[in-house]
C-alpha cells in the first residue's frame, strides 16, 4: 500500500503506525497458521530473523519452519502491547510476546513458556513497510509438565550453560535437536543494551 499525497505529515505517521502494527501482528497470526505466502510478504527481501534456535534471513526463516511443522515442531506465539518510534521512513518496535513451545522433554511432555519482546528494525521501501530485522528480547521462562505430577528430570549442568530469561526454552529445542545461540539479549545486560544502541542508530540511518 503506497503514500496517500493529501495527508498532512501528522497523518501520515499515524497511518504509518497503524501500518506497522497491523503488519507486527500479521507476523504471529500467518506464521503460526503456518500461512507461509502472506507470512512471506512481512520481510523485506534482505530481512533477517533471530531466533534462539535458528538464525538467517526471512525465506530462510520460512524453510526451517516448515520443516519443523512436518516433523511436529509446536511453537506459538501472543502478543501485547506494541511500541512505535517512527523516523521517516524507519522504525522501530517493541511488541510485549510470549513464545509458546510443547516437546517431550526427558520423557514427559511439557510446556515452556518464555516471556519477551520482539525488537524489529523496520523500513518503509516504494511505500511499503517491511522487517529488516527481528531481535526477541528473552526475560524470562518457565517450564511445566502437561500432565500434572509428571516431573522431567533436568541436567542442571546443560541447563546452567544458557542465559536465564530463555534457559528452559533452550533445553527443550536442545533436547529436540536444535542449536541454540547462547548471547540473545535479555531484560538486562550487555547485549540488549548493543541492542538499544543499534535500534538508535538505525533509526539515525545507520545499518540495522
Known amino acids: ?9 501528522e ?59 512436518v516433523k511436529g515442531v509446536s511453537i506459538l506465539h501472543f502478543l501485547g502491547g506494541i511500541a512505535v518510534d517512527l523516523a521517516g521512513e524507519r522504525a522501530i518496535s517493541q511488541t510485549k510476546m510470549t513464545i509458546s513451545q510443547r516437546a517431550e522433554v526427558e520423557g514427559v511432555l511439557a510446556d515452556v513458556l518464555c516471556t519477551g519482546r520482539f525488537y524489529d528494525f523496520l523500513e518503509k521501501r516504494e511505500g511499503k513497510w517491511g522487517i529488516v530485522l527481528r531481535q526477541p528480547i528473552y526475560e524470562k521462562d518457565r517450564m511445566d509438565p502437561v500432565t500434572p505430577g509428571a ?45 538499544y544502541a543499534r535500534g538508535a542508530a538505525w533509526l539515525r540511518g545507520a545499518a540495522a
Open 11 to 69: 497523518e501520515n505517521a499515524v497511518r504509518d503506525e497503524r501500518l506497522i502494527r497491523e503488519l507486527l501482528q500479521n507476523w504471529v497470526v500467518w506464521r503460526d497458521a503456518g500461512d507461509w505466502e502472506r507470512f512471506r510478504t512481512v520481510w523485506h527481501k534482505d530481512g533477517r530473523m533471530m531466533a534462539t534456535w535458528t538464525q538467517g534471513t526471512g525465506d530462510e526463516f520460512i524453510a526451517i519452519s516448515k520443516e519443523g511443522w
Open 151 to 195: 516431573v522431567p528430570q533436568l541436567d542442571r549442568a546443560l541447563l546452567e550453560q544458557f542465559p536465564a530469561g530463555y534457559r528452559h526454552l533452550a533445553y527443550l529445542q536442545t533436547r529436540i535437536g536444535y542449536t541454540v545461540k547462547k548471547d540473545m539479549p535479555g531484560l538486562k545486560g550487555p547485549e540488549v543494551e548493543a541492542l
Open 1 to 9: 500500500m503506497h503514500d496517500r499525497t493529501d495527508l498532512l505529515p
